[in-house]
């Protein structure tokens, strides 16, 4: 054997056994994993110019045997190339068949390294090698090769053949110089909308691509989980030759969705209700990417309860969020109804009851007042009672619901009562005298009556009182309970007594055409009102100024006329004893119970010269 020149010349040109030389590999054996034997290494012959290693030519090479027995075994080949101790690229040849020992018949192998990633080689110290390494045959799946030899399982090794040892010789390799920067792109993952926004968590890749140099340093990923506009995440790329490349991306992210509330208008009462249409208007606000949509108004006027009305809004970035305002409308007022007291009624309590039904079908009644007082509300009917003034009155109910709409009924009520005098006088007078009488306090529901009780020498009892419609009693009739009483605050009667019969009459006035008139009778009684101008008057056939009653009275006796109430007159009569003399006592006083009165003329004793 030879020594190992330092370095080999690969071509086609076939040794010769004047001039081959050779080196062998170690024994192999498949044994014990079939492990690779090496036949040498051989590094490049002159140091490489700087730049990127970035192709190799094929390797040819010729093999032969070591021994004669080993005749017929397969082999593998491969050859590896190296940068200093830094593997490069490699090849392998399997199960090579035809191998002898004979060098005018070495078997040539082409071995190709086909493609590998560029490798930057300084120039000064890194060194180009190439090494070659041989093995028993063996398939891609480990096991060894069948056929011619493939019985073999060892062998004294293989042996490489190459041209003369006085010829120096190079490993061909393709050395590019160019001064290309690496590249360098970004990409963001999620990518963001039309408008440049992301509303999640983003991550920054980079891709470096080299240029005539191999990269020696790719920026990593970068997650960007802050919220914020206008991050610039930054990207570098370095090849070993020390250029660079830089990009940037950059990143806007919000991830807290905007803030929107609803609102109704006319906002609705306590209770949570509303009596008429509704307007729900939401705002919206975002403090980051901005608002992409806010709802429109939207106008409620159906009614009903629980009716939800919502809204979303949304930013630029993609975030939503939603509201929504409940409402309970009710348009319809209660329904309500006065049933006691009847329209146009007339009572005799300074109190009365006012019952109805009411009823809501949508938010329910909340109230019920009578002339402003709250009334008790039970099973769709109301109670309250309402306090009257003599005369007219108006009775005002007033239902309101939930949502506060309300109906009102009224009912007018006359409430009927007597008057009460507080003063009167002459208290006498002589027979034949021209009598005045006054009095005061005789109004009674905005009614006077006028009552005028004279004792005459003869024990006849005259009464009168005025009216403001037509009632006119004859001799001996007693006022009816329905006669209504004509309103005067002051109070003058005309008393004429005369001579004669104790006929009583009744006295009519002045343009009466009732044939039993005042003049046929030698006793009379008038009373007139203190109307304008002080006269008796008609209006619509009827007699407005005064209306006489009197009644014949045999025996001594009293009459009396009480006034129960405003509408309703009762007259009794009573016996006294007879009162002696040419005088009579007239009497007045007030009295009774509710408010009633009595007006009393009597004859009592000792009461001539009164």
Do not use: M
């Amino acid at each position: 054997t030879t020594a190992t020149p330092p370095s080999l010349f690969l071509n086609t040109s076939a040794p010769t056994g004047s001039t081959a030389k050779s080196a062998n590999s170690a024994a192999v054996n498949f044994a014990g994993g079939n492990p690779w034997q090496a036949i040498g290494t051989w590094p490049a012959s002159s140091i490489l110019t700087a730049g990127n290693l970035t192709a190799l030519s094929d390797l040819h090479v010729w093999v032969g045997l070591k021994n004669s027995d080993d005749q017929g075994t397969q082999f593998d080949l491969r050859a590896e190339a190296y940068k200093n101790t830094a593997l490069v690229a490699a090849s392998q040849t399997l199960c090579i068949t035809g191998v002898t020992l004979n060098p005018s018949n070495a078997k040539e192998i082409v071995a190709s390294f086909g493609s590998f990633a560029a490798t930057t080689f300084n120039g000064s110290s890194d060194v180009l090698s190439l090494k070659l390494l041989a093995r028993i045959g063996t398939n891609p799946d480990g096991s060894k090769c069948s056929g011619p030899g493939g019985s073999h399982n060892n062998a004294q090794g293989l042996r490489l053949y190459y041209d003369s040892t006085n010829r120096p010789a190079s490993f061909s390799a393709t050395i590019v110089t160019a001064s290309t920067p690496p590249t360098i792109t970004a990409s963001v993952s999620p990518a963001p909308n039309a408008a440049s926004w992301n509303n999640s968590n983003v991550t920054v890749s980079f891709t470096c691509t080299a240029g005539s140099s191999p990269i020696q340093n790719c920026s990593p990923p970068v997650a960007v989980s802050t919220e914020g506009a206008n991050q610039v995440i930054t990207g570098t790329a370095t090849d070993t030759a020390g250029r660079s490349a830089t990009t940037n991306v950059t990143v806007n992210l919000d991830k807290t969705p905007p803030t929107i509330a609803a609102s109704a208008s006319p906002a609705p009462n306590a209770a949570g209700w509303n009596h008429a249409d509704v307007t729900v208007s939401f705002v919206c606000a975002d403090a980051l990417s901005g608002l992409g949509n806010c709802p429109a108004l939207a106008t409620v006027s159906a009614e009903g309860s629980n009716q939800v009305i919502s809204g979303s809004a949304t930013d630029v970035a993609g975030n939503s969020a939603s509201a929504a305002a409940t409402i309970n409308l009710d348009k319809t007022p209660p329904a309500l109804s006065i049933t006691s007291p009847a329209n146009g009624a007339t009572v005799t309590s300074p109190t009365v009851s006012v019952t109805g039904n009411v009823s809501d079908a949508l938010s329910g009644v909340s109230a019920v007042t009578c002339n402003g007082s709250a009334a008790t509300i039970q099973a769709g009917t109301f109670n309250c009672s309402v306090t009257l003034n003599p005369g007219g009155n108006t009775i005002s109910v007033q239902a309101t619901d939930v949502a506060g709409n309300s109906n009102s009924q009224s009912v007018s009520v006359t409430y009927a009562s007597a008057p009460a005098i507080t003063s009167f006088s002459p208290a006498s007078a002589a027979i034949g005298a021209l009598v005045t009488i006054t009095g005061s306090g005789f109004t009674a529901n905005g009614t006077t009556p006028q009552v005028i009780e004279c004792q005459l020498k003869q024990s006849v009892v005259r009464y009168s009182f005025r009216r403001g419609d037509r009632t006119n009693h004859g001799d001996g009739e007693r006022p009816k309970r329905d006669d209504v009483h004509a309103a005067d605050d002051r109070f003058l009667f005309e008393l004429h007594s005369h001579g004669g019969s104790q006929r009583c009459h009744t006295a009519r006035g002045a343009n009466d055409d009732n044939p039993d008139s005042a003049a046929k009778h030698e006793r009379f009684l008038t009373a007139r009102g203190a109307q304008p101008r002080g006269a008796a008057r008609r209006s619509d056939g009827r007699l407005s100024a005064a209306a006489d009653y009197s009644g014949p009275i045999l025996d001594p006796h009293a009459h009396r006329l009480e006034y129960r109430d405003a509408r309703r007159v009762a007259a009794h009569g009573q016996r006294e004893r007879q009162c002696p003399g040419d005088r009579a006592k007239l009497c007045g006083h007030g009295g009774g119970q509710r408010g009633g009165f009595r007006q009393r003329g009597v004859c009592r004793p000792g009461c001539g010269d009164e």
